[in-house]
T-cell receptor, first 111, second 114 residues
């Protein structure tokens, strides 16, 4: 079973920030939080990951709470091309651990 | 970096025939690859874990004899759907792991069995 829970859907206006929440209350100390997104009929695309510090890259920012039980993915200026299903996944980085996908959040960016 | 190539991107086959899907890590060696299946409007469902040089580990409910997985090298894993039937029609996705950088996914293969 997936170790994360996410809202099934969210809407965002184009140009505004999209904040996608994720709960992972049973996360272990050595597990990372990863975010992927899947645009229709494509493979999942890596967005960002973190352990306990907040992270930022060219695509997004990741805010992880101090107790690490939840996180928020922030797309600072959403565009129509950001419409996708966003998956939050937690796992260790041994290289062979299975990635179990939950249902994700369907983000719709509206013009 | 970290590119995973999956071929074909789509395939149509007749019921009863077999179809092979390839997953290649182009710029890194992947000791472990994973195969997923995705039905419309559903999430990805893990089918099996493929380890280079050893037998694949299948998830509960996935038929080993129907979905043959071969991981003969550090850059190539193949999934063969044997004796395909219409209910096997789905979107198949592979992923490869890098110890330090997480998982990279292929672009997926749309299989339609007629």
């Amino acid at each position: 079973d997936a170790k994360t829970t996410q809202p099934p859907s969210m809407d965002c206006a184009e140009g505004r920030a999209a904040n996608l929440p994720c709960n992972h209350s049973t996360i272990s100390g050595n597990e990372y939080v990863y975010w992927y997104r899947q645009i229709h009929s494509q493979g999942p695309q890596y967005i960002i990951h973190g352990l306990k510090n907040n992270e930022t890259n060219e695509m997004a920012s990741l805010i992880i709470t101090e107790d690490r039980k939840s996180s928020t993915l922030i797309l600072p200026h959403a565009t129509l091309r950001d419409t996708a299903v966003y998956y939050c996944i937690v796992f260790g980085r041994g290289g062979s651990e299975k990635l179990v996908f939950g249902k994700g959040t369907k983000l719709t960016v509206n013009p | 970096g970290a590119v995973v190539s999956q071929h074909p991107s789509w395939v149509i086959c007749k019921s009863g025939t077999s179809v092979k899907i390839e997953c290649r890590s182009l710029d890194f060696q992947a000791t472990t690859m994973f195969w997923y299946r995705q039905f419309p409007k559903q999430s990805l469902m893990l089918m099996a874990t493929s380890n280079e040089g050893s037998k694949a580990t299948y998830e509960q409910g996935v038929e080993k004899d129907k979905f043959l997985i071969n991981h003969a090298s550090l850059t190539l894993s193949t999934l063969t759907v044997t004796s395909a039937h219409p209910e096997d029609s789905s979107f198949y996705i592979c992923s490869a792991s890098r110890v330090t950088n997480g998982y990279t996914f292929g672009s997926g293969t749309r299989l339609t069995v007629v």
